[in-house]
Nanobody, 120 residues
Framework: VQLQASGGGLVQAGGSLRLSCASSGRTFSTYAMGWFRQAPGKEREFVASISGSGRMTSYADSVKGRFTISRDNAKNTVYLQMNGLKPEDSDVYYC??????????????WGQGTQVTVSS
């Protein structure tokens, strides 16, 4: 499985960005997907996840009400809509696959990351 993340950039505080993650997997709709973020020198942090069907989602408390994860299985793509961005949201964002499904604890494929920078 190969993942290609895109959509990062520079935005002012309060602004919005939409990240996309395209997958090469042939059974994309069976994969749970997640978004993580990481700043230099810090541990990777969970942001959001979505089940293969899209019916189940989960969010970190820090982004609830501001970020929305969604997916289009026909396009093999998962999205992260980020609204109300804050400077502390500035990180490299990564998408990842749980090929074992929603209840799996392991993300076993990772994309290359896309930089999000929020200016104050």
């Amino acid at each position: 499985v190969q993942l290609q993340a895109s959509g990062g950039g520079l935005v002012q505080a309060g602004g919005s960005l939409r990240l996309s993650c395209a997958s090469s997997g042939r059974t994309f709709s069976t994969y749970a997907m997640g978004w993580f973020r990481q700043a230099p020198g810090k541990e990777r942090e969970f942001v959001a996840s979505i089940s293969g069907s899209g019916r189940m989602t989960s969010y970190a408390d820090s982004v609830k009400g501001r970020f929305t994860i969604s997916r289009d299985n026909a396009k093999n793509t998962v999205y992260l809509q980020m609204n109300g961005l804050k400077p502390e949201d500035s990180d490299v964002y990564y998408c990842a696959v749980k090929s074992g499904g929603w209840l799996s604890s392991n993300y076993d494929y990772w994309g290359q990351g896309t930089q999000v920078t929020v200016s104050s």
